[in-house]
C-alpha cells in the first residue's frame, strides 16, 4: 500500500475501510492524543511511556513517540535490542499514512509489523500484532497515526544546566586513597537543545595513578513528562522527568531512579 501507482478503487477502499474513532486517548507523556478506532481499548504505561491500544481478538497496536531520529537507525538498535539482528537485512522504506519512514515484518507467534516513522518534529515506533495476517491492521494503524498529537517539544530552563549522573568506586575512597578505579560522569543540558557528557576514570595501584577523559555530544528535549537524550552515536534515552530544587529525578522503563544533581 506504499507504492505511488495505487489504483483509484483501491485507494477509495482503503479510505471507506479506515475505523470511525470511538475515542481520544491523552498522557502526560510524549504522545498528547491519539484517537481510538472503535473496538479498541488504550492504556499508557507511564514508566516506559508506552500506549497500547488492543482488540479483543487480540489486535494490537503499540505506540512510544520520541525525538527526531534516522528511522533505519533506529529500527537497528531496536532489532538489536530484542535479538533479531538478522531481520535487519529485510528492513525497507515505508509510508504511513504520509508519515516517511522503515518497517520490518516477521512472523514468529503472531503476524509482527514494525515501524519507525516521522511525526511532526519527532518520530513514533509503530508496533502491529496481529494472528491473522501483516497487513490486518494497516487501515487502524494508519488512521492511529493520522491522528497523533505529540506534545510540543521543549527545553525549558528549570531542567537545563549542568549536573553531575553518578560516580563509581571500586577499592578507591571519595578522595582516591587506596587501589582500585574510580569514575565520575557528568551531562550538560544546554538551553539550545544540545548537550555534552563528560566522563573521569581514574585507576590507581602499585604502578601509579592514570587518569583519563571523554566528552560526547548530542541533544536533548522535554515532551510532556519525559525527557529525551540523543547521543552522537544515534543512541536514545528515555525517562520519566521530575525536578527538584538541586537536580532531576529521572525514571526509566523499569521503574528505577537516577538523580542528576546539579552542578
Known sequence: MNRLNIPIIALAFVLLARPT?????????????????????AQHDPASDVTL?????????????????????????????FGAP???PAIEGA?????????????????????????????????????TSFDHLEPEAAAVVESLRLAPATHPAQVA?????????????????????????????RADGSLVTGGQVGASGGWGTVMGQAAEAGRWEVRGDRLHLVYADGSLGNFRLAVFNNGLELFDAGGRKLVWARR
Open 53 to 81: 491500544l488492543t482488540r479483543d481478538a487480540g489486535d494490537q497496536i503499540m505506540l512510544l513517540a520520541g525525538p527526531a531520529v534516522d528511522p533505519r537507525r533506529t529500527m537497528v538498535q531496536l532489532l538489536q535490542l
Open 161 to 189: 544546566g549542568a549536573f553531575d549522573t553518578g560516580s563509581y568506586y571500586s577499592g578507591v575512597d571519595r578522595g582516591g586513597g587506596g587501589t582500585g578505579v574510580a569514575a565520575d560522569s557528568s551531562v550538560h543540558l
Open 86 to 88: 538478522h531481520l535487519i
Open 95 to 131: 509510508n504511513l499514512s504520509g508519515h516517511p519512514g522503515v518497517r520490518v515484518q516477521a512472523r514468529v507467534q503472531v503476524f509482527e509489523r514494525w515501524y519507525v516513522v516521522a511525526v511532526g518534529d519527532g518520530s513514533v515506533v509503530v508496533r502491529l500484532a496481529s494472528s
Open 21 to 41: 474513532p470511538a475515542a481520544t486517548h491523552t498522557t502526560r507523556g510524549a504522545i498528547a492524543s491519539v484517537a481510538v478506532p472503535r473496538g479498541f481499548v
